[in-house]
């Protein structure tokens, strides 16, 4: 007969090719048509509440690496959250407005200047839409579970309408004012900038030392004396109005060439080798403090220069002599306040010199440099040229240079706040830790946050003028504007006229005679999608604020987590969040940006018709993303052979255990072999682990623990010798089912505790296990709960002790294996020669060792002393491995002088003889 008919193989039909790119679709489709989103939440109706608020991705191209490790990230937590008792709703959301996509749509031909402003945007709404359903479709793809036919989208009327609320209460509490002030000027978007949209990056400049004649030196320093002045911007010299010192720092007055300069002490050895002075004379010292109010005479207009004292004045570079014009830098505007200067800024919105520069109007800023150099030599005040490479503010999206430039601005007065911005700051919980000094520097050091931009795509500013020029915020004006931007869009701001726009009947003392104008400006999308805490946490029942939690890459601390706090603390006095977690950037495998002209981009949608959704999924949970992370062909590599192992042991879980009914079969705890036991503890060891990693959000900590039991715990040890009984064994047989009540254990607990991470797999093995009162669905279920196992310590401490005795056989069987004593394990008989302890230990074993061991024989001879020249000696055994005696049963494989003795079955063991038999009678 055929022997191989009576053994008890695996049977299942879950394929051991994962086949990702094509099942992941066909499991989705499944979800689309249980409508999982829905019913996840149905199920968890009236439980206490996790938000977690989505920061909204631009609306615009396709969704790249970073899109999906943070995408990826929140759908971990939100899967979890939902498998432990939460009520976890997310709602994705789309940041739409912004130059972006006018710029997209002018690179497609359309011609802004020919349409009005309200047909251009209604333009640019219908191309956001486009690039939401095709950023969608590819979030999905990426298994990411969420309320996806109900996104949040700040272009939507009822978005925009809170935005306003927001706009309006922050006005009332006197924290909105406009202000010529100089501002992040982009020549390129013609627009104001926010610190958020500005990137630094390398930049050569021009690098002068310019000398101001005293003419009015107060008695204290000599007229003609000349102030050196340094800067990297010779285009603002035009706007000059005075020069800064500091009060504290002394300054000397040092003649070379018959010329007087004045210059700070402490600098005065590096300016004398910039410029290259062959030799001076110290004629004078004076203290910062008492040359102020002195006027010096503008090099190229003759003009009073003033100088004052200021505070931002340092020795770190230049003369100590700081060039101050009032329209170009933030430290000269207030400074220049404080001494009654004006705002003077000769440069446009397209930053080309004005009439306010003599000489040089009509030149792009940038281009003026080199005449009003020459300029500057031919009247004998430029000292020094030079050329220098330094790191400069750029705009983030055209990626050209910035400039401060002085216009009237909207601005939200951060320093009125800044108090409470800093206490929420430091109420938050940040993951990791140095987030919060890095936000708390920053809101320490932030200017007042220019709100206004020069472009038509966006919420506009709901301010209104009165015929005298008065701005109009009222709670009247907002509350009407909010209706109808709510029935209507923000479109109609610009479709309408300002008395059409105002409510019924509305007067203004500064508009004698019902004349009214509106704001052009729109608000800077920051404050878009700063406003989410009001137009998403607040006006979906679904949701609450303060969210849980935000979770975005760490660009978002002078981004989204900065200006959605400016905006709650504004209007609530608290934060949005109760908990901000940020992550890295992705890098190439070498740790480099990716770049398309370098060719080292990994793009999602490519990865995942490779190699799925699920080894995407499992690469961002292997990773440490709090820090930058990489990705490439070779390490999505490693990450899907980890996959395979998992999906391996699942299947081997599941072919075992196709004739095992638990209600049936399942064998208590307490009548388990000691083995078993302890395999249970250390499955619920990987219970607590792997549920502790999560709430930590340590998803790493998830992949290499649930990695380690499935090749360590499972394949290498407990798998490998039970297959002997799983196979060998009759159906019923107490240790076979005892094995199987472990392996069911091992499947449930397993694929739930994987299943936030790996949901397409999870989801497919979960369908092969026979039916569960939990669902249809592994994301019906909840995740398993860590059990206090009494002689769990006593167990993990014995068995643990065996598995060092284990490694140190299994050592001794490959060296045997090497020099060919050996073939399979199962054709050795080991000899231990051991020490008392692990003689203890083999005695306190009532499991068969041979069987543990995988191997035909087993002897334990002596003591370490008594051990032949031939053992191997080791730290707790000395070992013997030789062949083992007698004939290989034909079914188990076993070498045993048995085989043969009983008559009917010549050819098997004793074992497999009564197996067969018991098999006959069925």
């Given amino acids: 007969m055929d022997y ?84 976890a709703p997310y709602v994705p959301g789309w940041d739409t407005h912004g130059l972006p996509i006018e710029q997209a749509l002018t690179n497609k031909g359309v011609k802004r200047k020919e349409m009005t402003v ?50 309006g209460e922050m006005a009332k509490k006197g924290y909105i004012y406009k202000g010529l002030k100089p501002v992040y000027w982009s020549p390129s978007s013609e627009s104001a900038l926010a610190e958020a949209e500005i990137e630094y990056k390398d930049k050569k400049s021009p690098s002068i030392y310019v000398a101001f004649k005293v003419k009015d030196g107060k008695g204290i320093l000599v007229e003609g004396t000349e102030i050196i002045i340094w800067t990297t911007t010779p285009w603002t010299i035009p706007a000059n109005l005075g020069i800064s010192v500091s009060p504290e720092l002394s300054y000397v007055v040092v003649e070379t060439g018959n010329r007087k300069f004045l210059v700070a002490e402490d600098l005065l050895e590096t300016v004398s080798e910039e410029i290259g002075w062959e030799a001076y004379e110290i004629v004078q010292k004076v203290i910062g403090k008492d040359i102020e109010n002195l006027v010096a005479e503008h090099p190229l207009y003759g003009r009073d ?69 020459e300029k500057l030599e031919e009247k004998g005040a430029l000292l020094k040229l030079t050329f220098i490479t330094h790191s400069y503010p750029h705009d983030w999206r055209t990626k050209k240079p910035v400039i401060f430039r002085a216009t009237a601005q909207w601005f939200a007065s951060i320093k009125d706040f800044r108090s409470e911005l800093m206490k929420a ?47 109009i915020i009222t709670d009247e004006t907002i509350t009407r504007v909010s209706q109808l931007f709510r029935e209507y869009g923000s479109n109609i701001w610009f479709e309408r006229e300002a008395k059409e726009l105002l409510p019924e009947g509305f007067t203004h003392p500064g508009s004698p005679n019902g004349n009214f104008t509106k704001e052009t400006d729109i608000m800077d999308v920051w404050f878009d999608s700063g406003s989410s805490h009001q137009a998403v946490l607040v006006e979906r029942e679904e949701l609450q604020r303060p969210a849980d939690l935000y979770l975005e890459g760490s660009d978002q601390y002078r981004g989204w987590f900065n200006s959605s706090l400016s ?45 799925g959704g699920d080894i995407l999924r499992l690469w961002v949970a292997s990773v440490d993303y709090q820090a930058d992370v990489r990705v490439s062909d070779a390490i999505l590599k490693q990450v899907a052979e980890v996959y395979r192992k998992i999906r391996n042991t699942f299947r081997f879980l599941l072919g075992n255990l196709s004739d095992f009914t638990p209600e049936k079969d399942a064998v208590p705890f307490e009548s388990l072999r000691e083995v078993d036991q302890y395999m249970l503890v250390r499955l619920n060891n990987l219970i607590k682990q792997v549920r502790e990693a999560y709430e930590r959000y340590e998803f790493a900590n998830v992949y290499h623990a649930v990695n380690n039991f499935c090749t360590l715990d499972l394949s290498s040890f407990y798998l490998d010798f039970a297959k002997d009984i799983l196979y060998i064994e009759a159906a019923d047989n107490q240790d076979r089912r005892a094995i199987q009540t472990v392996l069911h254990e091992s499947l449930l607990s397993l694929v739930k505790l994987v299943a936030p991470i790996l949901p397409h797999t999870a989801d497919e093995v979960w369908s092969f296990i026979p039916e569960t009162e939990e669902g249809e669905s592994v994301q019906f279920s909840d995740m398993p709960q860590y059990q206090e196992i ?44 051991v020490n008392n302890k692990t003689r203890d230990l083999l005695n306190s074993i009532s499991e068969n060792p041979a069987q543990l061991f995988i191997v035909s024989a087993f002897v334990v001879a002596g003591s370490m002393e008594d051990a032949p020249e031939n053992a191997l000696k080791l730290e707790n055994a000395s070992v013997l491995v030789t062949k083992a005696e007698g004939e290989t049963c034909e079914r188990c494989w076993i070498v045993t002088p048995e085989v043969g003795t009983v008559e009917e079955h010549p050819t098997l063991c004793k074992r497999c003889s009564q197996v067969v038999k018991e098999y006959h009678q069925l």
């Avoid at 008890?8 to 999982?36: D, H, S």
């Avoid at 404080?338 to 003599?358: N, Q, R, S």
């Avoid at 830790?433 to 520097?441: I, K």
């Avoid at 609530?572 to 080292?600: C, Q, W």
């Fill in 4 to 87: 191989k008919d009576t053994l008890l193989m695996p049977k299942t039909e879950f394929p051991m090719r994962g086949n990702l790119p094509k099942r992941e679709p066909e499991i989705q489709q499944k979800w689309e048509e249980m409508n999982i989103y829905a019913k996840v939440q149905e199920k968890a109706a009236g439980k206490p509440k996790f938000i977690l608020h989505d920061g909204p991705p631009y609306a615009n191209g396709d969704i790249h690496m970073g899109h999906a490790l943070n995408k990826i990230l929140k759908d971990f937590i939100v899967r979890f959250k939902s498998m432990t008792g939460f009520d």
């Fill in 118 to 167: 309200a047909e251009f945007r209604k333009l640019c709404e219908e191309y956001a839409y486009e690039q939401i359903d095709s950023q969608r479709s590819q979030f999905k793809r990426l298994g990411i579970r969420g309320d996806w036919e109900n996104p949040y989208i700040t272009l939507q009327p009822e978005y925009e309408a809170q935005q306003i609320k927001v706009f």
């Fill in 305 to 373: 220069s003033l100088v004052m004292l200021g505070e931002h004045v340092t020795t770190d570079a230049g003369t100590g002599c700081v060039h101050t014009a009032p329209g170009h830098g933030e430290d000269d505007f207030h400074v220049g306040q404080k001494y009654g200067l004006e705002v003077l800024c000769p440069v446009d919105d397209k930053g080309h010199m004005t009439h306010e520069a003599p000489g040089f109007e009509g030149l792009f800023y940038d281009t003026a440099n080199k005449p009003i150099t």
């Fill in 425 to 471: 700051v430091e109420e938050t919980e940040w993951i990791p830790a140095w987030g919060e000094t890095r936000l708390f520097n920053m809101v320490r050091d932030r200017g007042d946050w220019c709100i206004s931009r020069q472009r038509v795509w966006g919420v506009p500013i709901p301010v209104f003028y009165a015929e005298n020029g008065e701005s």
């Fill in 567 to 611: 905006t709650s603390v504004a209007v609530t006095g608290k934060a949005p969040y109760k908990g901000v977690l940020s992550h890295g950037f992705v890098l190439d495998g070498e740790g480099r940006k990716m770049s398309k002209s370098i060719g080292n981009v990994v793009i999602p949608a490519k990865v995942m018709n490779q190699l």
């Fill in 790 to 833: 009494e002689r769990a310590k006593v167990l993990e401490e014995k068995w643990s002790n065996f598995l060092v005795l284990r490694d140190d056989v299994l050592k001794a069987l490959e060296e045997a294996r090497k020099e060919k004593l050996i073939g399979k394990s199962l054709t050795a008989k080991v000899t231990l020669y």
